[in-house]
């Protein structure tokens, strides 16, 4: 089963996403900013994450970057998402390692589809 990491300062946004993605199979975890997630993945496995790039205490885009530049967490993909539809702000998250970036409210079959895409199994490796 994918386990999916949702990265969400608001609480109605989380519940509602982490639900939707959950009733498609996927198991989800959620905390509510970059900080968290850093100390979840600590102790957690994921096979991806879906980070909000706006949120107190730490926010996406360092999130990220810390993500990245830990050599256990470095190839996990991660999805940026924002209510911001600037063309900067995308380039910002894909600068600071997500591999892709999405706009909020959130097309959810979209989302759904980039979540299969970069979650494909790996056909010969252990533990996919």
Do not use: H
Request: hydrophobic fraction near 40%.
């Amino acid at each position: 089963m994918t386990r999916i990491l949702i990265v969400e300062d608001n609480e109605l946004n989380r519940d509602m996403l982490g639900r939707r993605l959950s009733r498609r199979g996927y198991d989800i975890s959620t905390v509510e900013n970059g900080q968290k997630a850093l100390d979840f993945l600590n102790e957690n496995l994921v096979d991806l994450i879906v980070m909000d790039m706006r949120m107190p205490v730490m926010d996406g885009w360092i999130a990220t970057e810390k993500i990245k530049a830990n050599e256990l967490t470095k190839d996990l993909p991660i999805i940026g998402l924002s209510a911001n539809a600037m063309q900067e702000d995308k380039e910002k998250a894909l600068k600071a390692g997500c591999c892709e970036y999405e706009t909020k409210p959130v097309d959810f079959s979209r989302l759904v589809g980039l979540i299969e895409q970069y979650c494909t199994p790996k056909i010969g490796l252990a533990g996919s």
